[in-house]
């Protein structure tokens, strides 16, 4: 079943810009082209680059998911994502642990800027039982992402971020007009016979994330625009 969130499959997939320079982030943009519209600008790149950079996208037409991972306090948190929403940014990320008041902040925040979209981070991709334990988590992965999941839809939230590995469970459980934003995508030439992991794209979306984000699989490849359309074809079919 493919659900669609506005336009077409090429939305569905955000690139990554983890470079250190705007001069290299612009030239992706400028090789994948028209057909690319939607890009995740994160902390090296804004640190590195400021929100002139992603102003720039913004004014040449492109949707931007600015991926803070806020963490701090409600008042603090709300004015950050107004300042996301000036710059005409799209989606915003705001950790889903740092609890309901951060986020339903967060929510209200958005609500001025009718484009901008909330995306609670549920457990970041690097973490698992173990790492969890270490800050008092007593939960498993995917415990804790379903715990946190729920927590942004009762705060309001447009969305959450989660591995691909639970992505179907999420799309079980959230309403169908929730975001499920999925990274650490592998590319299908390196997936083939690892059926068990779905981690491709196309599996991925199949198990209802609405938004795969790429990074290395297009910015490395030898031709960023024909990895970016075989990545389009590979959901088409
Ligand atoms: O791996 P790739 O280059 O496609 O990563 C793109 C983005 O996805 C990174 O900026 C990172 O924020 C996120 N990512 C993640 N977990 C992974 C791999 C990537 O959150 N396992």
Do not use: W
Not at 203 to 218: K, L, M, S, Y
């Amino acid at each position: 079943m493919k659900i669609f969130f506005g336009g077409g499959l090429n939305q569905r997939i955000i690139v990554s810009l983890d470079f250190p320079a705007a001069a290299s982030a612009a030239d992706l943009v400028r090789k994948l082209g028209p057909a690319a519209s939607f890009y995740k600008v994160g902390l090296q790149l804004l640190t590195a680059a400021g929100p002139s950079f992603v102003r720039e996208l913004v004014d040449a037409g492109k949707r931007v998911f600015l991926d803070l991972k806020l963490f701090e306090i409600p008042s603090s948190v709300a004015a950050a994502v107004a300042a996301t929403g000036e710059l005409g940014v799209s989606l915003v990320t705001v950790h889903a642990s740092a609890g309901s008041a951060v986020l339903e902040a967060a929510v209200a925040s958005a609500a001025h800027f009718p484009g901008l979209k909330v995306l609670a981070l549920t457990v970041i991709t690097s973490m698992d039982d173990e790492a969890l334990r270490e800050v008092g988590v007593v939960s498993t992965v995917p415990e804790q992402v379903l715990r946190l999941a729920l927590l942004a839809q009762a705060a309001g939230c447009h969305g959450v971020v989660a591995s691909p590995l639970e992505a179907r469970l999420l799309r079980n459980t959230l309403p169908q007009e929730m975001l499920i934003v999925t990274p650490g995508i592998q590319p299908l030439e390196f997936a083939k016979g690892d059926h068990a992991r779905f981690t491709t794209a196309a599996q991925v979306i199949e198990a209802g994330a609405t938004h795969v984000v790429v990074g290395r699989p297009i910015s490395r490849a030898l031709n960023p625009a024909i990895s970016f359309a075989a990545l389009c074809a590979e959901l088409d079919g």
